[in-house]
């Protein structure tokens, strides 16, 4: 069955750097647009990057764009979110999600699947 499994949370200081990973299972990973969602307590669950298959086109929340990276490595399935200059506005519990498409998707209508999250936290 389909699985997805972050990784690589944590408590961070502002302006420190975290990396997130999320490993995937159970479908051809290469072959889907992956994205990076996040939930802080009491808001809403919100896009935060996006890649489409390939790796070639992504997209990002103008909250976070500059700052953060996603990337992906097909071979082993994985897919990975890279934050820099981390803000306090940054701390949420952080959700990889399968699109159902091969181009980079925004919405959360457009994702199918989704790991059960690992939790940023940014505070001094």
């Known amino acids: 069955q389909v699985q997805l499994v972050e990784s690589g949370g944590g408590l961070v200081q502002p302006g420190g750097s975290l990396r997130v990973s999320c490993a995937a299972s159970?479908?051809?990973?290469?072959?889907?647009?992956v994205g990076w969602f996040r939930q802080a307590p009491g808001k809403e669950r919100e896009f935060v990057a996006g890649?489409?298959?390939?790796?070639?086109?992504?997209s990002y929340a103008d909250s976070v764009k500059g700052r953060f990276t996603i990337s992906r490595d097909n071979a082993i399935n994985t897919v990975y979110l890279q934050m820099n200059r981390l803000k306090l506005e940054d701390t949420a519990v952080y959700y990889c999600?399968?699109?159902?498409?091969?181009?980079?998707?925004?919405?959360?209508?457009?994702?199918?699947?989704w790991g059960q999250g690992t939790q940023v936290t940014v505070s001094s």
């Open positions: 159970g479908f051809t990973f290469s072959t889907y647009a």
């Open positions: 999600a399968r699109a159902r498409a091969i181009w980079v998707r925004r919405t959360m209508e457009d994702y199918d699947y």
């Open positions: 890649m489409g298959w390939s790796g070639r086109d992504t």
